[in-house]
Nanobody, 115 residues
Framework: QVQLVESGGGMVQPGGSLRLSCVAS????????MGWYRQAPGKQREVVAG???????KYADSVKGRFTISRDSAKTTMYLQMNSLKPEDTAVYYC?????????WGQGTQVTVSS
């Protein structure tokens, strides 16, 4: 089993920044991908950014230029640096990991952007 624990969420004013972290533990083998998703009230969960094995990184159009995904050297901790936050970024942010055909999710961390 794999456990994912997110942290770093909170409330911030528009234009502010937050850094989310996701620590993966347990039966970690070859990670195919790690990524961040978010779900706003009344909306479907959507991908924010993904880091795929081989170094490929993808971002949703809505966050390009504002968010940056990264992983530590051990590849088991993932970060999401969020700058120039907007009210529409308000959501619960989830960490996702895929390996060996299985998919794992964290419990989510709330990000609220409001003045």
């Amino acid at each position: 089993q794999v456990q994912l624990v997110e942290s770093g969420g909170g409330m911030v004013q528009p234009g502010g920044s937050l850094r989310l972290s996701c620590v993966a533990s347990g039966s970690i083998f070859i990670i195919n991908s790690m990524g961040w998703y978010r779900q706003a009230p009344g909306k479907q969960r959507e991908v924010v950014a993904g880091s795929i094995s081989g170094g490929v990184i993808k971002y949703a159009d809505s966050v390009k230029g504002r968010f940056t995904i990264s992983r530590d050297s051990a590849k088991t901790t993932m970060y999401l640096q969020m700058n120039s936050l907007k009210p529409e970024d308000t959501a619960v942010y989830y960490c996702n990991l895929r390996q060996r055909g299985n998919e794992y999710w964290g419990q989510g961390t709330q990000v609220t952007v409001s003045s």
